[in-house]
Nanobody
Framework: QVQLVESGGGLVQPGGSLRLSCAASGFIFSMATMGWYRQAPGKQRELVAT???????NYADSVKGRFTISRDNAKNTVYLQMNGLKPEDTAVYYCQTSVFWGRGTQVTVSS
């Protein structure tokens, strides 16, 4: 079955960096479009970034220039490099493909 397991979240100060990873299994990873979403308390889940099997990327306006999505097909893993983190980036970050979701990893940006 499809499994998506996120890791790499944590507490970071404003301006800091984190790299999230999502280990995928149960499907042909190299053919899949992968996405990162986030949900802050009291808010709807929102798109952060996507990457296609051709490595075309798309970003939410709020993270453009700060976040980078990438993939390693040999490792069945998608990454989200987050730089210049702001308190408003605090959320649970989810990995997604098609109708499948991971359980999420908490990112907290606070001094």
């Amino acid at each position: 079955q499809v499994q998506l397991v996120e890791s790499g979240g944590g507490l970071v100060q404003p301006g800091g960096s984190l790299r999230l990873s999502c280990a995928a299994s149960g499907f042909i990873f190299s053919m899949a479009t992968m996405g990162w979403y986030r949900q802050a308390p009291g808010k709807q889940r929102e798109l952060v970034a996507t990457i296609t099997n051709g490595r075309n990327t798309n970003y939410a306006d709020s993270v453009k220039g700060r976040f980078t999505i990438s993939r390693d097909n040999a490792k069945n893993t998608v990454y989200l490099q987050m730089n210049g983190l702001k308190p408003e980036d605090t959320a649970v970050y989810y990995c997604q493909t098609s109708v499948f979701w991971g359980r999420g990893t908490q990112v907290t940006v606070s001094s």
